[in-house]
């Protein structure tokens, strides 16, 4: 048997842990309450010591790189430093090394008052003391229970770890985008940029802004009185970064040319000028150069009229550059061929009345159709254009791409001018012929020589070769399917009258680059007055475009200069691309051609 003295204390043991577990469990009910049951009134009574706030998660917008992957435009972050005026003036406790707090001999928190934490705040974003002070004690004027007010805005990543560092409660860092260019100005013209508020405001900022664009998220909560957030009532959205922007653009290449171009520009005093590289196989811009080029990280350094790309927008007569067109559209339907041959005066009036002149005076002579693209004649071209009915030849023009724009969609370009036959006056009949009463881009120039280059088959221009978004997925632009627009055969016959140009033409010895057979055509556009009466008088939009090798084309280069005053024909031009092409054949390894252009006979 048990004693009684035994007993008791057992006894007393039982009673007291019944005790501490009725403790215990209280408590255990009393935490699930607060917590759980009855949360959401506990956090709604606790609305008038605490205040709501939703951040903005910003995503980054994507990058935008060229053909090799080197980073043209990025996104990188700014921070506002946003501040509680009434947490700010009542102070914060000191603290020493090991972050615990500093008391005073009463056993009080020591506190660092106002004035002395806003000369720590103004020594980082590099504002002074006083008007960094003031902007707490201006806001509590307005309002002494106010909650929100500015210190700066958008500080960099550094100034923003050092203000975080000083550990204020009081303060806050809502994060910005920022778009930076770490080229600068190269391929400016092109990639564009956006406004202060990331709204994309030209170039392929904006045309492929789809491509591009972040979705933003958001963090909502309480927080109490002392600043500090309200376990529990974080609801987070997560933001969505933009895609990745890859473009045919060789940055290295468009580096070489837009210094080039600049440069070429201001030796013959013109307007503007600028360049362009296509790839003859793929349809790919290389490079799109252009003097005056904006710098993206700066736009408003640059006059307004010039932070776009005149190379893509601006909309010319062709004049001589489209004469092998006409000569394309005698071979193909068999109305001519490369010996055909007309009388060729400097001067012609024709039996409709129509009076054409050669832009040099010269004796009368005989010239076979490769002949009249040697002397790049205005008067026999328009006897052989003639050979071909004029709807026939309106329709190859289209068929080259007059009117019909590019697949590169830019924004702002001009699809190109012409008028229906029906429309064509006498002079028109045969002006047509040699580049005028019609207008392109020089995008659809480079393609008509892309189309002869590449066997006739005309391929889209493109500038981007893909997006790949947040997620990995990558898309590739729609583009046109390739058009045979002439028979290869006769591209092939037109590509050697083209050579000729080069060998025989008055431009040979200063475009000739050893070992490399090349073709192409010059031109010399007169300039409409803008008010549809004429011609500007003496000045002109001059161009010289080919491609290199012959024998086998990789690539189309045209160069443009717009009312060059030092050099006023189309020999403005000749330094520029020569230049232009020994660089791409160079900077590709384009292997030299293994044979001689064969010459043709002209006269």
Partial sequence: ?????????????????????????????????????????????????????????????????????????????????????LLAAKGVAERDADGAEVEDADGEPVM???????????????????????????????????????????VSTEEYRALADLGLPFLSFPPHPSRIYPDGAVAGNLVGFVGSDGTPLEGLESLQNACLQ??????????GNDGVIIPGTEVRKDAVDGGTLK???????????????????????????????????????????????????????????????????????????????????????????????????????????????????????TLTATGALVRSSNVALSQLGAMVDPQTRLDYLKKFGVGQGTALNWPGAPSGEYHEVADWDPQTYYTTTFGQAFTVTVPQVASVYQTIANGGEQLPLSLVESCTAADGTVTTPELPDPVQVIKPETAHTLSTMLENVFAQGTLAADVAIPGYRMAGKTGTAQITNGDGTGYKDGVYFTSLVGYAPADDPQYVVITVFDEPLNTRMSSANRVSFKKAMMQVLTHYHVMPSNSETPLLPVN
């Fill in 247 to 365: 473009l045919t653009i060789d940055s290295d290449l468009q580096w070489f040319m837009q210094q080039m171009i600049s440069e070429e520009t201001t030796r013959l005093n013109a307007t503007w000028g600028g360049v362009m590289v296509v790839e003859v196989k793929t349809g790919k811009i290389r490079a799109a150069a252009e003097s005056g080029t904006v710098d993206p990280n700066d736009p408003g350094a640059t006059d307004e009229a010039d932070r776009g790309s005149k190379l893509l927008r601006f909309s010319f007569e062709p004049g001589s550059t489209f004469k092998p067109v006409t000569i394309a559209s005698g071979l193909d339907t068999g109305a001519i061929t490369p010996d055909t041959r007309v009388e060729d005066p400097d001067r012609m009036v024709f039996p409709n009345g129509a009076v054409i002149n050669d832009d040099e005076t010269h004796d009368p002579e």
């Fill in 214 to 223: 972040s979705e933003s998220g958001s963090l909502t909560y309480q927080r």
């Fill in 1 to 85: 048997m048990t004693s009684r003295a035994t007993r008791s204390p057992r006894r007393r043991t039982v009673i007291a842990l019944g005790v501490v577990l009725a403790v215990l469990a209280a408590f255990v009910v009393r935490l699930v309450d607060i917590q759980v049951v009855n949360a959401n009134d506990h956090i709604e009574a606790s609305q008038e010591y605490a205040t709501g706030a939703t951040t903005t998660l910003y995503g980054a917008r994507g990058d935008i790189v060229d053909t090799n992957g080197t980073v043209l435009a990025t996104s990188t972050l700014l921070y506002d430093v946003q501040i509680d005026p």
């Fill in 112 to 154: 660092v008052q106002w004035p002395e934490l806003a000369a720590k705040i103004a020594a980082i974003t590099g504002q002074s003391a006083s008007d960094v002070e003031a902007i707490v004690n201006d806001a509590l004027a307005a309002d002494p229970k106010s909650r929100f007010a500015y210190v700066k805005r958008y």
